[in-house]
């Protein structure tokens, strides 16, 4: 190996000097990702939770083909194109409520951005200035960019360094209980009129260590940002797309959020795409004859047509394809195959969720020696901090999940 595996490409989450070089991956196809030293490995997380249909979906393919010969690419600004407007109508239709109005970026970290701004603007847009901070959750996780950094739990390792670079938002625990719901209540009476918004990942804390909480604390969530008066975002950019069990995790809690935040297996994914999705009374704050009223944002590749394509195929296969039965059967072979783990010594909880299978230790273990251990048997299982986790394809072969809970069996069992 030349190029790859030097210093030339720094790599995420990575400190260059000390890592292991990464391995170079010539293809994929279904729930599998082919070595160039020719090994196969069966992947247990679908590439960081995108793959929902595994890996070149001969649907998706032959969607991209089409629209990479007719217009891959085109500005959004001035322009539209069908893929875009097909993309909107079909999430708005599928989205619960009045969740109508969709704003499309490029990453999970920049639909979260748009959606700190709208919140913030949305309050100036109504006249009342002073609104300049959100309320997050301990143990989130939003994304990387500055304003998503600051909506993350500020103890956790990842970002504690920037925080003097960052917006001071105010953090809470998730209400799981009475004691904390309580806490939660006179915290936004108290701050409400500084606050612009309550930021949440539904159902599970998914990099702060794949977190569940129940649908009721999300609904208490709801409920409380409702009565002070503060829209509520949900971060569905983990649990979209079926990942937990409904299409999407706030329809369990029966919530309707007042912005909501798409990406990773938007466009089952093959590209990178996301959106932000305001309901009718969001979106109506900034319709207006003042033109510095819209909303000031506009990413050179916002709504890449060839995204919102793969993203169209792959809302076909959610009607097509039996994705739900498929996590429901996934989660119940999770279940099965990990919670004797969690009677071993080392071992502090087995979650479930879904298709999301966690394995939290006692102590972090030495996690590069974990995924040269995962490798060694034939799978990609990406262990962090105190967790081992699987997210695998909703399609995955019932003989490749067996594989897979196996290896999580046996190198947590070697370790815990
Ligand atoms: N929000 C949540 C809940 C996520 O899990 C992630 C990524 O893991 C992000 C935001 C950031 O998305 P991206 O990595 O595409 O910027």
Request: hydrophobic fraction near 50%.
């Amino acid at each position: 190996m030349t190029a790859l595996g030097t210093h030339n490409l720094w790599r995420p989450y990575t400190q260059m000097k000390t890592a292991a070089p990464p391995l170079e991956a010539v293809a994929t196809r279904g729930s599998r990702i082919t070595l160039a030293d020719g090994r196969e490995l069966i992947d247990g997380i679908a590439s960081w939770w995108t793959a929902v249909h595994g890996y070149n979906h001969p649907h998706i393919a032959a969607a991209m083909a089409d629209q990479l010969a007719r217009m891959p690419h085109v500005m959004f600004g001035g322009l539209t194109h069908a893929p875009a407007e097909r993309l909107g109508q079909r999430l708005a239709a599928l989205l619960p409520g009045e969740l109508n109005h969709v704003f499309f970026t490029d990453s999970g970290s920049v639909a979260v951005e748009v959606a700190l701004k709208m919140a913030v603007q949305l309050w100036l847009n109504r006249g009342e200035t002073g609104r300049t901070r959100v309320l997050a959750f301990r143990g989130g996780y939003h994304g990387d960019t500055m304003g998503a950094m600051s909506a993350c739990d500020p103890e956790e390792g990842m970002h504690r360094r920037f925080g003097a670079y960052l917006p001071t938002q105010l953090f809470a625990d998730l209400p799981r209980g009475p004691e904390q719901e309580a806490a939660l209540d006179a915290l936004l009476a108290r701050h409400r009129h500084e606050l612009a918004a309550v930021i949440v990942e539904t159902l599970v804390q998914g990099a702060g260590g794949m977190l569940t909480h129940p649908p009721e604390v999300l609904a208490t969530v709801a409920r409380l940002a409702r009565r002070h008066g503060l829209p509520l975002i949900a971060d569905e950019i983990f649990t979209g797309f079926a990942r937990t069990g409904s299409l999407f995790a706030c329809e369990q809690a029966g919530v309707v959020p007042d912005i909501l935040c798409l990406s990773k297996a938007l466009t089952g994914g093959t590209m990178s795409l996301a959106a932000t999705v305001a309901t009718t009374e969001i979106f109506s704050a900034f319709w207006s004859d003042d033109p510095s009223a819209a909303l000031m944002h506009g990413p050179t590749f916002m709504a890449n047509p060839l995204a919102c394509a793969a993203a169209n195929a792959s809302l076909d296969l959610f009607e097509t394809e039996p994705r739900l039965d498929q996590a429901a059967a996934i989660a119940a072979r999770l279940r099965d195959g990990l919670a004797p783990l969690a009677r071993l010594a080392g071992v502090r909880e087995v979650r479930v969720l879904g298709a999301i299978g966690a394995v939290q230790f006692t102590v972090t273990p030495d996690l590069a020696d974990l995924k040269r251990r995962f490798v060694a048997r034939g799978v990609w299982v990406r262990p962090f901090g105190d967790i081992v986790y699987l997210t695998p394809a909703l399609t995955i072969a019932s003989g490749d999940l067996d594989r897979l809970i196996e290896a999580v069996a046996a190198v947590v069992t070697e370790t815990a």
